[in-house]
């Protein structure tokens, strides 16, 4: 096996540049050939960062070069088109959500235990500099015993920004499946797994206008919830209350994600970002900023440079499907706690496994 682990990449729309550009920051990987059903964009963003294939998807699949290949299609492909990247014998990773329904997800995973490939899923924002101190400073009781958290995203919607925005708005779509996984990734990697779920949720606007691109002024009818306030019971004690909204008119003046110790609080910057200010709040004091205790860039594709590197050193990955399961698992309850109007239990558990070492450098020391 290669030092560097060959990427190809599947989607090659809104979000496929971050990952072209991320990939280079990481010498584990490499992404060598990308594919899209639109194939002059795939040819247009292989020609743009400077990628030496664009391919067909099936003749991506079936590239005998290539390692791991990225998922960046829309989420009703996610899990199918995993189940095609580990027939065809490569390593699997995508964009959240791991799926659009419990079934698919454990489909993609069994599938993966019988070939001996792995999954991997984002976000991989939680093993960004500030979020890994983070954890570093939980583990340590930094603030304490951490019993209690709060987090918040809230907008008016994305399609007042997105070219392309109805799947936000239909079935499998809405803010819990597209934003809680930052929040939800960041909170299991800190607490461990959650066990319950009580909610209530609502669909504010029936449509929704287009604000920008070439479908400006176009309609979309609203076929999912648009706001969610969960209250989330994780195994190690902790209580979080949760809320996410596309139905928030203006700016909202609500922290992010909170965390609340027997020895103070602990603010946390935007999971869906690599960088960002961590501070503490005592008892007897006010806000102050803290230093981080890992210092390296991060981007989207560390999750797959990272899995990279812990294939090639047979131990697991850090941005798995197990946990990406457990997040959609989760998801799914706040999703149904809110509809039903009674408390869901979570049934699925993942293994917590240790935070990224502390590094002086520029590159994560996995």
Known sequence: MSDVMKV??????????????GAKLYSEIEIVACA???????????????????LSVDALLADPDLDIVLNLTTPQFHAPLNRRILE????????????????EGRQVLELAAKKGLRVGCAPDTFLSSPLQTARKL?????????FGGTAVFACAGHERWH??????????????LDMAPYYFTVLVNLFGSAVSVVASGKQVF????????????????????????????FENGATVS??????VQGEHNLPMLTLYGTEGNLSLPDPNCFDGELRVCRASGSWESLSLQHNYEGARALGIADMAAAIRGERPHRANGEMAFHVFDLMV??????????????????????????????SPRF
């Not at 065809?88 to 079934?103: I, L, M, S, V, W």
């Not at 392309?164 to 819990?176: A, M």
């Not at 949760?242 to 139905?247: L, R, Y």
């Open 8 to 21: 190809g990449v599947i989607g090659c729309g809104n979000i496929s540049p971050q990952y072209f550009k």
């Open 36 to 54: 899209d059903l639109n194939v002059d964009l795939a040819k247009a963003r292989a020609e743009e960062f400077r990628v030496p294939k664009a």
């Open 88 to 103: 065809a014998g490569k390593h699997a990773y995508c964009e959240k959500p791991f799926a659009t329904n419990r079934e």
């Open 138 to 146: 939980v583990d340590e009781g930094f603030i304490g015993s951490v």
């Open 163 to 176: 070219p392309n925005p109805e799947f936000y708005y239909k079935l499998g779509g809405g803010p819990v």
């Open 206 to 233: 029936a449509e929704r206008t287009v604000g920008s691109g070439p479908l400006e002024g176009s309609k979309i009818a609203v076929e999912t919830p648009t706001h969610n306030v969960s209250i989330i019971e």
């Open 242 to 247: 949760a809320m996410f909204s596309f139905d």
């Open 333 to 362: 309850a706040c999703e149904e706690a809110a509809s039903s109007g009674q408390r869901v239990s979570v049934a699925s558990r993942f293994e917590r496994l240790p935070a990224i070492g502390a590094s002086e450098g520029e």
